[in-house]
């Protein structure tokens, strides 16, 4: 007579075979799902608060911007932000808001307001160091929806002059 015994089912080979992957793929989504909630991007900063009517809405600050031939030219020495407003408007603004965009992250996004001095420059201090790059965002501080914007990229830390423009 034959008396093999039969090992208990967790010392054979197909099992684990055959579980291996599954438990893999549990224990990584296991690690990925919290990871993903935790680290969400959120939106990205451009000013839309419906995706159609935003996109209309970035496009008329833009054109108004260009009728009216508005650019800028930012330097950022240290914390201290100057700003120099070109263009054919009726008033300069008395305050213009500057925000430093990160490309993913909303949380990072840093704002500063410039008020205009009597040389007809723009100034302001950076609350927090910068690094890294970011897409620049110039618009009217007057509290009122932007009647235009004007954009621009740099890396920080840059001490060079950065041309601001309309984005259409």
């Not at 090992?7 to 296991?30: D, G, H, M, N, T």
């Not at 939106?43 to 009728?67: K, P, S, V």
Request: charged share 25%.
């Amino acid at each position: 007579m034959n008396t093999s015994t039969r090992k208990p089912w967790y010392r054979e080979f197909w099992i684990w075979f055959i579980l291996a992957p599954i438990i893999a793929v549990v224990s990584f989504w296991a690690w990925l799902i919290p990871f993903a909630i935790k680290t969400n991007d959120g939106a990205i900063l451009d000013n839309y608060y419906e995706d159609g009517l935003g996109i209309i809405e970035r496009t008329t600050q833009a054109e108004w911007a260009l009728e009216h031939n508005l650019s800028a030219q930012l330097q950022t020495l240290d914390e201290r932000v100057q700003l120099r407003l070109e263009g054919n408007l009726d008033a300069m603004p008395e305050a213009l808001q500057l925000t430093y965009v990160f490309p993913t992250r909303e949380a990072w996004d840093v704002s500063v307001q410039l008020t205009r001095q009597a040389d007809g420059r723009y100034l302001g201090v950076l609350p927090e160091a910068i690094t890294e790059r970011r897409q620049l965002i110039l618009e009217p501080a007057d509290g009122e929806e932007a009647s235009w914007r004007l954009h621009g990229e740099v890396t920080m830390p840059d001490r060079s002059i950065i041309r601001l423009s309309p984005k259409l």
